[in-house]
T-cell receptor, first 111, second 113 residues
Framework: KQEVTQIPAALSVPEGENLVLNCSFT??????LQWFRQDPGKGLTSLLL?????REQTSGRLNASLDKSSGRSTLYIAASQPGDSATYLC??????????FGAGTRLFVKA | GAGVSQTPSNKVTEKGKYVELRCDPI?????LYWYRQSLGQGPEFLIY????????DSGLPNDRFFAVRPEGSVSTLKIQRTERGDSAVYLC???????????FGPGTRLTVL
């Protein structure tokens, strides 16, 4: 059974700091991995999608990597800003069409 | 609008009642997903549609939950004999295909009293 874990559960950093969020999964047989952000009381906003054949994806200040063999993904955020404060979720698409989410990392960027 | 929409945004009902939650996916998206999210948790997969058919309904918790997508576009999640434990935010997502980027709607907050 696929399980997705995100560490840390919460993180507080000063503005301008570079930071890394971690996501691990127990079964390496995935089709893709997607990172989302969720603002309080809102739906999810897609950030990056990495297909199983890819190693990383970049969008602006965000870079996500995928290491299937070790069951890990990281989301790197460069030069963090207060507007980056949100919950960040990773999700893996497994065989059988299921998508399994982690519980998320709550990020607070202090001005 | 170009995004996924869900109605209603909030639904309050009494234990034992029947509810329907609606999802309008992005036009042209063949894949549609339903999830539910409890406070402090990530979304929990319920069901996946490819076109009109439910390709994976393994996440539906029991037979009180049912979902349809009769014309391959709009989907309705139906919950019979609601229980207090069904209270959650129900999220819908769509994608161009089953292995593509998922786009989420704002969710429906269901409260069962």
């Amino acid at each position: 059974k696929q399980e997705v874990t995100q560490i840390p559960a919460a993180l507080s950093v000063p503005e301008g700091e570079n930071l890394v969020l971690n996501c691990s999964f127990t079964d390496s047989a995935i089709y893709n991995l997607q990172w989302f952000r969720q603002d309080p009381g809102k739906g999810l906003t897609s950030l990056l999608l990495i297909q199983s054949s890819q190693r990383e994806q970049t969008s602006g200040r965000l870079n996500a990597s995928l290491d299937k063999s070790s069951g890990r993904s990281t989301l790197y955020i460069a030069a963090s800003q207060p507007g980056d404060s949100a919950t960040y979720l990773c999700a893996v698409r497994t065989g059988g069409f299921k998508t399994i989410f982690g519980a998320g990392t709550r990020l607070f960027v202090k001005a | 609008g170009a995004g996924v929409s869900q109605t209603p945004s909030n639904k309050v009902t009494e234990k034992g009642k029947y509810v329907e939650l609606r999802c309008d996916p992005i036009s042209g998206h063949t894949a549609l997903y339903w999830y539910r999210q409890s406070l402090g948790q990530g979304p929990e997969f319920l069901i996946y549609f490819q076109g009109t058919g439910a390709a994976d309904d393994s996440g539906l918790p029991n037979d009180r939950f049912f979902a349809v997508r009769p014309e391959g576009s709009v989907s309705t999640l139906k919950i019979q004999r609601t229980e207090r434990g069904d209270s959650a935010v129900y999220l819908c997502a769509s994608s161009e295909g089953g292995n593509n980027e998922q786009f989420f709607g704002p969710g429906t907050r269901l409260t069962v009293l």
